[in-house]
């Protein structure tokens, strides 16, 4: 079985400074890893995702995540929040192996100060 | 590309009536999903289609729920009858096909009502 933790319902941070979104998971084999975004009265948008590789992966508005395996971590980060950044994040999980559906966490919001 | 389409962008019906919501999938997209957001439970995958087949529907709360995709380019999921604990926000979303790395792209979802 496959799931995904997100240990924070809400993360507040002020413009400028750097964010981090927690993300933990567990499969069975090898993960994907994926990051959604959701802004108001919108669908899911991807952001980035960890399929192998360089553990830090790079992805849309400057976020970044790095998969940590022996911490089954795979935290969203960004080195300097925009008030724009406030939104509903999702982490999501999938095996490697053969198709499964994606696992999501419960989400987090954010929220950026002026 | 237009992206995953979904109508009506808001539906609000009484109890015991029947709803159809619509998808349209983004083109040469193989995986179908429709998942059920509420602030509850979070999203909740209701059913996916591979290739226009029902892979798996074990997510469908009830009878009550039904979901069809005649062709690859359109799929509806049907209420009937509709209950106040159906209201929540509807997402369809398309992935291609091939290994579990492709994403998935969401619609702007459907908000429902049941009064």
């Known amino acids: 079985a496959q799931s995904v933790a997100q240990p924070e319902d809400q993360v507040n941070v002020a413009e400028g400074n750097p964010l981090t979104v927690k993300c933990t998971y567990s499969v069975s084999g090898n993960p994907y890893l994926f990051w959604y975004v959701q802004y108001p009265n919108r669908g899911l948008q991807f952001l980035l995702k960890?399929?192998?590789?360089?553990?830090l992966v790079k992805g849309s508005y400057g976020f970044e995540a790095e998969f940590n395996k022996s911490q089954t971590s795979f935290h969203l980060k960004k080195p300097s929040a925009l008030v724009s950044d406030s939104a509903l994040y999702f982490c999501a999980v999938r095996e490697d192996s053969g198709y499964s559906t994606l696992t999501f966490g419960k989400g987090t919001m954010l929220l950026v100060s002026p | 590309d237009a992206g995953v389409i979904q109508s009506p962008r808001h539906e609000v019906t009484e109890m015991g009536q029947e709803v159809t919501l619509r998808c349209k999938p983004i083109s040469g997209h193989d995986y179908l999903f429709w998942y059920r957001q509420t602030m509850m439970r979070g999203l909740e995958l209701l059913i996916y289609f591979n290739n226009n087949v029902p892979i798996d529907d074990s997510g469908m709360p009830e009878d009550r729920f039904s979901a069809k995709m005649p062709n690859a380019s359109f799929s509806t999921l049907k209420i009937q009858p509709s209950e106040p604990r159906d209201s929540a926000v509807y997402f369809c979303a398309s992935s291609l096909k091939g290994t579990g790395a492709s994403p998935l792209h969401f619609g702007n979802g459907t908000r429902l009502t049941v009064t």
């Open positions: 960890y399929i192998t590789g360089d553990n």
